[in-house]
């Protein structure tokens, strides 16, 4: 199956790693494909894991690119809350759970099949919050493989380097970005469907941004807070 997205022919379903700095919109090119994907296969499910973001923002995002709230309705949502001993089921399409955590990870990942769509928007965060970061990583691998879903893992390039050469090695694309000012860069650099040469421009509302990355600031530090605070 193959699908045009922001000038690249993604060969599906696969796994597409989103390296790149904090602050570089990697959520919202998920989001965004998410979006523009459902419109044409919307026999295709959701599965988001709310890390860095409130289910609520990620729900104003989706609406600003245009997606239905019927459709928005459909969505299962994954909430990271490290203080859960265990995945929770709260409500029809609402989870919550501590995936910093190897076998809620685990569980979590159980629910894809190869029609579903798996954003993991913030991986970098739950390593943060994780005591075996290799074994956590290996989890993601693992889950993703074996259900072979459309994937998107978001992470921090600069950060937990050894965890991020394992899931760059696994992931059948790696999609750079770039932040210069006010604008955001994306670039290929491993695709295994077609990609454009060099580095194109990600459009995207510019108070979508200001909004997401101050959710994202807030929702770290109260994440990292509790964690302290556990130890």
Do not use: H, W
Request: aromatic fraction near 12%; include cysteine; charged fraction near 30%.
């Amino acid at each position: 199956m193959r699908f045009r997205f922001e000038g690249f022919d993604f060969e599906l379903p696969a796994f597409t790693l989103l390296s790149g700095p904090m602050a570089a919109a990697k959520p919202l090119f998920a989001q965004k494909f998410i979006v523009e994907f459902l419109r044409e296969n919307p026999d295709y499910k959701v599965l988001y894991f709310a890390t860095s973001s409130p289910v609520c923002g990620i729900l104003r995002n989706l609406r600003v690119f245009g997606m239905r709230d019927d459709v928005a309705k459909g969505i299962t949502f994954l909430d990271y809350q490290p203080s859960c001993e265990g995945l929770k089921r709260v409500d029809a399409n609402y989870y919550i759970g501590n995936f910093s955590d190897s076998k809620q990870l685990e569980k979590a990942l159980g629910v894809a099949d190869e029609r579903t769509i798996v954003v993991v928007p913030s991986f970098t965060l739950l390593l943060i919050g994780s005591e075996a970061k290799d074994e956590l990583t290996d989890v993601l691998i693992k889950g993703v493989r074996k259900a072979n879903p459309i994937a998107f893992v978001a992470v921090n390039s600069a950060m937990f380097r050894e965890q991020n050469e394992k899931l760059a090695e696994s992931a059948d694309n790696i999609i750079e970005f770039t932040k210069r000012g006010e604008k955001v860069y994306v670039r290929a650099l491993k695709f295994r469907g077609r990609a454009p040469d060099g580095e194109v421009k990600f459009e995207f509302p510019r108070e979508m941004f200001e909004g997401t990355k101050k959710e994202v600031a807030e929702r770290t530090a109260r994440i990292i807070r509790e964690k302290k605070v556990e130890k």
